[in-house]
């Protein structure tokens, strides 16, 4: 018999709440991880006691009870509810789109004003029958004003390509809402962990044997032979040697910067709604826990393109790419004794609580 039950790879969310139930179901594991701190994405660095999200913003939101739940056994929450500012030009708006932005557009003040307001805008481009691009997509569902103000420049910055040059698709409704409320999610449930990520992902592991800068395929031969099983979360394509091709991301790039203010932009997080401006997003980490440190730790996001050795953070999926995921995924059908969970090894976009609730299925059928 092997020495472990399990050899986890990657101690991320997906592979932390594997192996608190794996731990809990009497089953050993060991956990390596190629970084050299815990917690994957969700991993954050304490600046002077600010959390410092490292891979990007995190917040929690979910509508599922039983992940909810689960995940406050761990940890309590804090009352954060994510509420981002657009900034275009010297002024700034609310989001998502609500009677503040309608306030701040056009100084509308009730629900029927703002409603014939919008009518109006979109009014001038009912012309528009098949959008042939993103932009008469947007402008068909919402006119110029919140169009150029607040969506053209930002959504240009993502993609890397003109607003004219991208499917219409990206858009397929905009939700309004026609009350005061700047709350992002619809979710019932939202929060950042109280001590942060960290304290989440500490929880989770507890006194699992976990080895940091250990690349499992550097260790490969060694570490097949440690454990019975093997639970693989990072890429999928790296793990069968990029022999269906490689799998594409898009990426970010982070610029941190310390200030020695109490505060910096009032917000957690400001969407720079101009092309003109080369960031998306400026991130205020203290904010996402009501920090009240004589400094502040600021990031300005952008984004970028994926080459091997960037971060993988969005997958595309596109035809071509999801053709060769199902390639993959058979390939990982017929290998004995490994499980691939985690959304790198399934090539999807997931938010924590959907990892959350994937990890827990997979302990169902296995455990
Ligand atoms: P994750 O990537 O965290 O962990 C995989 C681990 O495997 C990594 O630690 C990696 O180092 C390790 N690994 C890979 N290959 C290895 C190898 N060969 N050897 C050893 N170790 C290896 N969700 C949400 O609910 N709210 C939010 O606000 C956000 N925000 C957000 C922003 C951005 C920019 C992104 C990309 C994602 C989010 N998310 C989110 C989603 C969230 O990040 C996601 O649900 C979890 O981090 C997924 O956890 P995993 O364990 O699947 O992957």
Redesign the pocket.
Same mark, same amino acid.
């Given at each position: 018999k092997k020495k472990y039950d399990y050899l986890i %790879?990657?101690?991320?969310?997906?592979?932390a709440v594997f192996a608190c139930e794996a731990k809990r179901a009497g089953k050993s594991c060991i956990v %390596? @991880?190629? +970084?050299h701190h815990r917690?994957?994405?969700?991993y954050c660095e304490d600046v002077d006691g600010i959390h410092v999200h490292k #891979?990007?913003? /995190?917040?929690? /939101?979910t509508d599922n009870k039983e992940v909810w739940n689960y995940v406050n056994s761990f940890v309590e929450f804090n009352r954060y509810t994510n509420s981002p500012v657009a900034r275009y030009g010297d002024k700034l708006y609310n989001l998502p789109f609500n009677m503040n932005t309608f306030y701040q557009l056009w100084g509308v003040t009730t629900p029927a004003k703002a409603k014939v307001k919008i009518e109006e805008q979109r009014g001038e481009f009912a012309h528009i029958a098949e959008p042939a691009n993103l932009e008469e997509q947007a402008l068909k569902l919402c006119g110029k004003d919140i169009y150029e103000k607040l969506i053209k420049g930002y959504t240009e910055k993502q993609w890397g390509r003109a607003a004219t040059e991208l499917p219409a698709f990206i858009i397929r409704r905009l939700p309004f809402r026609f009350v005061f409320d700047n709350n992002y999610f619809n979710d019932a449930y939202q929060g950042i962990p109280i001590g942060g990520y960290n304290a989440l992902i500490d929880a989770l592991l507890g006194d699992t044997e976990v080895c940091l800068a =250990?690349?499992?395929?550097k260790n490969r031969a060694e570490l097949d032979g440690v454990a019975e099983k093997t639970l693989f979360?990072?890429?999928i394509d790296?793990y069968f040697d990029y022999r269906c091709g490689h799998l594409e991301y898009r990426s970010?790039r982070f610029e941190e910067k310390r200030l020695e203010m109490e505060n910096f932009q009032g917000n957690a997080v400001v969407n720079y709604t101009e092309r003109e401006i080369p960031y998306t997003r400026v991130i205020e980490h203290k904010h996402f826990e009501f920090g009240k440190q004589p400094h502040t730790i600021i990031t300005y996001e952008y984004p970028d393109s994926f080459a091997p050795g960037k971060e993988p953070? #969005?997958p595309v999926n596109d035809e071509k790419n999801s053709r060769i995921y199902a390639d993959y995924r058979q390939l990982a059908e017929s290998v004995p004794n490994v499980l691939f969970g985690? +959304?790198?090894a399934q090539y999807t #976009?997931? @938010?924590? @609580? @959907? =990892?959350v609730a994937a990890a827990l299925a997979l302990c169902k059928t296995e455990l």
């Open positions: %790879v990657g101690a991320g969310l997906f592979g %390596v @991880d190629k +970084r917690g994957g994405n969700i #891979y990007g913003a /995190h917040i929690f /939101h =250990t690349d499992y395929f979360t990072g890429c790296e970010l953070y #969005y985690g +959304r790198l #976009y997931a @938010d924590m @609580d @959907d =990892t």
